[in-house]
């Protein structure tokens, strides 16, 4: 069974006209899963994380303060790009809750995978720095949850949004027992993710793109150097920061993916799984900025984790 995590409240982020991480995003994901082939997902609503949860991976005095940064009316500022709303506090903590419930599911034995819809994303976030359209960092989050809550040694996560996830790859630079995987474009913002980045223990794996690759270079990096990493850490569990801005109709990059690239790199994330976690994958939602790429990129992402409840 594959279960499904969101929340209206994450609609109510709102970070000004034109924005592309805007509510409509979310808007679009709900019509998507409408469609009657999502009608055996089990929906849940994303809970709250407790500061407690958080501050796993942020300061608490640094959750205290972003979440006091929280305007009654406009806009608060953060970066160049990152503002928060009326309600930004409380979305940001549903994107959160809901990657550390959906962990709780799926090492609780209630479902084979789960796929959170949430906003803000995350994989910006430093420990102590809101960037890049993210406040706290939730993939991050959810690999410190499992380990805090459940006892579990060897988390991985694996990125495929276009751009390079920074704070994950920064919170995970000193862990031997955290794996942080990534395909990019660079040269792009932020600047991170040479593939001679490889942390403290050689847990960090980056395969940068150039602007105009498409699934074929993608495939190759992720054949010739992601999966064999991944089979190698053998993590306990596979967390996607799962962004969807690589796709060739995405404004804000130059990759070339299509839909059925996503569908490929879902199942071999899933192999590694069974082979080494019970199968136990959690995908975040993080980037992908044209409606139509998004819903049918995230689409194809959750047909595929759901395959596993037909297997």
Known sequence: MTVFFTHNACIAHDMGPMHPERPARLEALNQAFGDPAFATLDRREAPLASVDQIALMHPRDHVERVLAAEPEVGLARLDADTSMSPGSGEAA???????????????????????????????????????????????????????????????????????????????????????????????????????????????????????????????AEMTEIILPALDAFEPELLIISAGFDAHEADPLAGLRFVEDDYAWATRELMSIADRHAGGRVVSSLEGGYDLDALAASASTHVRVLMEKDRA
């Not at 359209?133 to 990125?159: E, P, Q, S």
């Not at 919170?171 to 031997?176: A, I, L, S, V």
Request: aromatic share 8%; net charge negative.
């Open 93 to 219: 903590l549903r994107a959160a809750g809901a990657v550390c419930a959906a962990v709780d599911a799926v090492i609780g034995g209630e479902a084979a995978n789960a796929f959170c819809a949430g906003r803000p994303p995350g994989h910006h976030a430093e420990a102590e720095i809101p960037m890049g359209f993210c406040l706290f960092n939730n993939v991050a989050i959810a690999a410190a949850h499992a380990r805090a809550a459940h006892g579990l040694k060897r988390v991985a996560v694996m990125d495929f949004d276009v751009h390079h996830g920074n704070g994950t790859q920064a919170m995970f630079w000193n862990e031997p027992d955290m794996m942080f995987a990534s395909t990019h474009q660079m040269p792009l913002y932020p600047g991170t993710g040479a593939r001679q980045e490889r942390g403290a223990h050689g847990t960090i794996i980056n395969a940068p793109l150039p602007s105009g690759a498409g699934g074929e270079e993608f495939r």
